[in-house]
């Protein structure tokens, strides 16, 4: 069975730092990986998909990478501003012939002014 | 529309009551998935629906909960006789694609049920 794992739960930085985030899955056998932020309240919004061929996405500030081989992901965040606060989740699908995406429980970043 | 919308944001029961759950997907898109998620915690899949067909139901958590998708469009979830513990945000989400390529999923601003 599926398990991600995310490390640190919660991260608290000041402005302007880069910052990486851990996302860690027990099967490697995963078809592709989505990076989510979530505000409070609100629903989530997909930040980079990977799939399982690539080995790293960028967008902007964001750049997450994929080792399938060690079960790990990570998100970095170059020059961390306030509005980046929020909860980061990971979410893995596995192999062709299920459809469904296992969450992380997420690393709550707050970034300080 | 312009994103996936869900109706109602906020929904109080009474134990025992039936609730209805509504996901508008965006316009075209195939895959729509409903979860649930608990204060703290990250979404757990409920069910997943290729336009009409309920390809996945495995994560419903009793026969309490139903979920259909009729015209492939308009999704509902319906919760019969709510219990305390079915107390959660339940978000849809839905992508354009059946399978390869491009999978990113939009989701909506979830429903925060509370039963009494």
């Known amino acids: 069975k599926q398990e991600v794992t995310q490390i640190p739960a919660a991260l608290s930085v000041p402005e302007g730092e880069n910052l990486v985030l851990n996302c860690s899955f027990t099967d490697s056998a995963i078809y592709n990986l989505q990076w989510f932020r979530q505000d409070p309240g609100k629903g989530l919004t997909s930040l980079l998909l990977?799939?399982?061929?690539?080995r790293e996405q960028t967008s902007g500030r964001l750049n997450a990478s994929l080792d399938k081989s060690s079960g790990r992901s990570t998100l970095y965040i170059a020059a961390s501003q306030p509005g980046d606060s929020a909860t980061y989740l990971c979410?893995?699908?596995?192999?062709?012939?299920?459809?469904?995406?296992?969450f992380g429980t997420g690393t709550r970043l707050k970034v300080l002014a | 529309g312009a994103g996936v919308s869900q109706s109602p944001r906020y929904k109080v029961a009474k134990r025992g009551q039936d609730v209805a759950l509504r996901c508008d997907p965006i316009?075209?898109?195939?895959?729509l998935f409903w979860y649930q998620q608990a204060l703290g915690q990250g979404p757990e899949f409920l069910t997943y629906?290729?336009?009409?067909?309920?390809?996945?139901k495995s994560g419903l958590p009793s026969d309490r909960f139903f979920a259909e998708r009729p015209e492939g469009s308009v999704s509902t979830l319906k919760i019969q006789r709510t219990q305390q513990e079915d107390s959660a945000v339940y978000l849809c989400a839905s992508s354009a694609f059946r399978t390869g390529g491009n999978e990113k999923l939009f989701f909506g601003s979830g429903t925060q049920l509370s039963v009494l």
């Open positions: 979410a893995v699908r596995g192999r062709s012939g299920t459809y469904k995406y296992i």
């Open positions: 990977i799939q399982s061929s690539q």
């Open positions: 629906f290729q336009n009409e067909a309920q390809l996945d």
């Open positions: 316009s075209g898109h195939v895959s």
